[in-house]
């Protein structure tokens, strides 16, 4: 059983189109974050959620819209999309604990055109 | 605030080669830093962590010591494999912090 699963894995798209990447997690954990990862490797928390209310809400822009329905689940909805969102999404939960392990999806390759 | 640097690759190795890949931190108090390793087209995956000074995450043949005079974790394989390019991520996650601050990581190719 996958821990952290997301899809779609892969997502091609027109600009100005409005998308949605799905995340579930069958860990038991109570805190799940999105993570972007552009083309350069480089990786940036998004957002992160604790039971359900929003705990990090780093400088995005405001197109990109989390919405968590239980402790299981983090969907990421993105509006508009643009060129530059081209990237790949990942999706992590952790126990609510600095120091522990945040397990990570297998991510979601988005490619707007 | 939290930040990690790690060396700039890309590395090219042969096989059996000695691999080591700097990573220093940047944090207040006693973080935890961890190694994730990524694939070709796959995600993340944790490698090893060590979550106080002097720990040893070990992994897979990889190991890395958390020092906290030097404010390094550097990884290290004594002999690598085909198997073992990835792309390769310093993390650590603060006291207070419940996020993970990724360094830029490092691509290894290992030829045979």
């Known amino acids: 059983d996958t821990a952290v699963s997301q899809t779609p894995k892969y997502l091609v798209t027109q600009m100005g189109n409005d998308k949605s990447i799905k995340c579930e997690q069958n860990?038991?954990?109570?805190?799940m974050y999105w993570y972007k990862q552009d083309s350069k490797k480089f990786l940036k928390i998004m957002f992160s959620y604790n039971n359900k209310e929003l705990i990090i809400n780093e400088t995005v822009p405001n197109r990109f819209s989390p919405k968590s329905p239980d402790k299981a689940h983090l969907n990421l909805h993105i509006n508009s999309l643009e060129l530059g969102d081209s990237a790949v999404y990942f999706c992590?939960?952790?126990?609510?604990?600095?120091?522990?392990?945040?397990?990570f999806g297998e991510g979601s390759w988005l490619t707007v055109v | 605030g939290n930040s990690v640097t790690q060396m700039e690759g890309p590395v090219t190795l042969s096989e059996e080669a000695f691999l080591t890949i700097n990573c220093t931190y940047t944090a207040t108090g006693y973080p935890s830093l961890f190694w994730y390793v990524q694939y070709p087209g796959e995600g993340l995956q944790l490698l090893l962590k060590a979550t106080k000074a002097d720990d040893k995450g070990s992994n897979k043949g990889f190991e890395a010591t958390y020092r906290k005079e030097t404010t390094s974790f550097h990884l290290e394989k004594g002999s690598v494999q085909v198997s073992d390019s990835a792309v390769y991520f310093c993390a650590l996650s603060g006291p207070n912090d419940y996020k993970l601050s990724f360094g830029a990581g490092t691509t290894v190719t290992v030829r045979a």
């Open positions: 992590a939960s952790s126990r609510t604990s600095s120091g522990n392990t945040i397990y």
């Open positions: 860990l038991g954990h109570d805190t």
